[in-house]
């Protein structure tokens, strides 16, 4: 792989230079700069094939081990034990997004509540203060 991205290198200087000497074949060197890429692309995809297949059998292989173990102690996939706990909170990072209608909604009903608080400690104190001005004073 580390020889066709030199040869690549190479080749692009090379291809340079013919045209600055005077090479008239840029029709050729255009082919051959599409067909250079296609094989780059075709190699860079071969590559991340391999990999992912290697990545895969070893992983397989692993589970086999993880498996036997399981099963030599008599332990439960941690699949299945998830199974039975109750759903968690989902993740505060991935929650949707809110629109700003339901962000206005949200802040109105705070304010509301907050409102809605203080008016009753409000109308609570008067109560309390009505009550002592009336057992202090005495209608006749």
């Known amino acids: 792989m580390a ?3 030199a040869k690549q290198m190479v080749g692009n200087k090379l291809s340079a230079v ?3 000497v005077g090479g ?3 029709g050729d060197d255009k082919e051959k700069e599409e067909e250079a890429e296609r094989e780059r692309q075709e190699a860079i995809r071969e590559a991340e094939e391999r990999r992912k297949e290697k990545h895969r059998k070893m992983e397989e292989e692993r589970e086999k081990m993880r498996q ?3 099963d030599k102690y008599n332990i439960k996939k941690k699949e299945e034990i998830q199974e039975m706990m109750p759903p968690e909170d989902p993740n505060p990072l991935m929650r949707k997004k809110k ?3 339901e962000l206005a ?3 109105e009903a705070e ?3 907050f409102f809605a608080e203080l008016k009753n400690s409000i109308e609570t104190q008067v ?3 009505k009550t002592q001005i009336e057992s202090k004073c005495v209608l006749q």
């Open 105 to 107: 909604r949200e802040a």
């Open 127 to 129: 109560a309390e203060i």
């Open 18 to 20: 013919k045209g600055a």
């Open 68 to 70: 036997e173990i399981r």
């Open 111 to 113: 304010d509301e509540g």
């Open 3 to 5: 020889a066709f991205v």
């Open 24 to 26: 008239d074949d840029d």
């Open 99 to 101: 629109t700003p209608e």
